[in-house]
């Protein structure tokens, strides 16, 4: 059983900061999700633990089973056994999603090793056919022309296929429709295991009417400022954020706002995003 843990993490971009002290622990077989309105540092903080070099952390730790996550580079944190399911995947023109998906399994085995092409094949559909994704898709380019729903899909086809410790979904649940929400609900619980310890990072219950969630806690101003259950996320459900606001007397719960274009990726290199086409 893993355990990822963040102690005081303050984190900035451009001279601004962000993450204002984030504690958090996550252990294998749990499931957290973090809520709270836009620009409170949510997607901030996935991005920090797998290591975007657009943000510079100042101050804090983040351990996996007691190494030090910061002073892993993106690969070695995925590795390491990090997965981070992106708010917005980026398109990759000239690399299929199957050839994508084996080799990022193969880097995540032992220096020589190679999953071999039958088990690979066998996983790879089976995986396909769960999340009801059409069957062409081992030979599209990766995310090129996907709809944001398969895009959304195609993130859990990796976590299904890649078997990490700790998942970071980050608003997994944006532009799908109820059927595809119910689909990659239903593919993400039937994960669960003591082996896998899950943070999802929604705005809204309807994800967590899918995938339950057995810690939930709100992000204002940069930090986790509420910690509870399933009655927390009804509260929040019913009356909003407001409650929590005048309660700890918060005038603006925001750190960041983005501009409305702007879109913090990983590994955009010579993507179709990156290359403005």
């Known amino acids: 059983m893993s355990v990822l843990t963040i102690k005081n993490l303050h ?46 952390v100042t101050k804090g730790e983040i351990l996996l089973d007691g190494l030090n996550v910061l002073e892993m580079e993106v690969d070695e944190r995925s590795r390491a056994g990090i997965f981070l399911g992106m708010q917005h995947p ?22 020589g090793k190679n999953i071999s092409l039958f088990k690979f094949i066998i996983q790879y559909d089976k995986a396909v056919a769960q999340l009801k994704m059409n069957e062409d898709l081992p030979h599209r380019y990766l995310n090129e022309g996907f709809s944001g729903g398969e895009k959304k899909r195609n993130e859990i086809l990796q976590l299904k296929m890649l078997k990490p410790k700790i998942a970071i979904l980050d608003e997994i649940d944006s ?7 119910k689909i990659v609900g239903e593919n993400v619980t039937a994960m669960k295991s003591k082996d896998l310890g899950l943070l999802l990072i929604t705005h809204y219950q309807r994800l967590l009417d899918y995938i339950s ?6 992000m204002m101003q940069g930090r986790i400022v509420k910690t509870g259950n399933k009655e927390l996320i009804k509260r929040i459900d ?40």
């Not at 204002?20 to 996935?46: C, D, F, R, Y």
């Open 90 to 111: 980026a398109e990759v023109p000239g690399v299929t999603n199957s050839d994508f998906i084996k080799t990022a399994m193969n880097a995540h085995l032992e220096e």
């Open 11 to 56: 984190a900035e971009v451009d001279g601004k900061e962000i993450l204002k002290g984030v504690n958090l622990e996550i252990k294998g077989g749990e499931t957290h999700a973090i809520m709270g309105p836009n620009g409170t540092g949510k997607s901030t903080l996935a991005s920090v633990v797998m290591g975007h070099p657009k943000f510079t």
């Open 213 to 218: 969630a057995d810690v939930v806690h709100v």
């Open 238 to 277: 019913t009356e909003g954020y407001d409650w929590i606001k005048e309660e700890l007397g918060i005038d603006d719960e925001r750190v960041y706002v983005e501009e409305e274009k702007e879109k913090i990726m990983l590994g955009t290199c010579a993507t179709k995003e990156a290359l403005g086409l």
């Open 175 to 181: 532009g799908l429709d109820v059927d595809a929400l």
